[in-house]
């Protein structure tokens, strides 16, 4: 599966943004990740192709939303209410069936980083 994410910017606090990731192939599960700097790799949310199910960190909760369109095979992240610690690179990944849905390596298929940079 190929991956390419957009939509990434400079925003201000409690702005909103939307992210996109579109997926030349499909797996079971889509997700994103994001690393801050001097930070290791977070699991941020993830959906299932087929039923929708969606999982999320506790720190998006009610502020993310990840969807998907399966006709166009993208996904998205729209990410409300953005505060300074969501601050990273973004990465869209996707992998096959797996009990776990929040480890980097339930996912096989990584896209490019995008930067969202969140200011005062």
């Known amino acids: 599966v190929q991956l390419q994410a957009s939509g990434g910017g400079l925003v201000q606090a409690g702005d909103s943004l939307r992210l996109s990731c579109a997926a030349y192939?499909?797996?079971?599960?889509m997700a994103w990740f994001r690393q801050a700097p001097g930070k290791g790799l977070e699991f941020v949310a993830s959906i299932r192709w087929n039923s929708g199910i969606t999982t999320y960190a506790d720190s998006v909760k009610g502020r993310f939303t990840i969807s998907r369109d399966n006709g166009a095979n993208t996904v998205f992240l729209q990410m409300n209410n953005l505060k300074l610690e969501d601050t990273a690179v973004y990465y869209c990944a996707a992998g096959g069936f797996s009990l776990s849905v929040t480890k980097k390596d339930d996912y096989n298929s990584w896209g490019q980083g995008t930067q969202i940079t969140v200011s005062s």
């Open positions: 192939g499909r797996g079971f599960i």
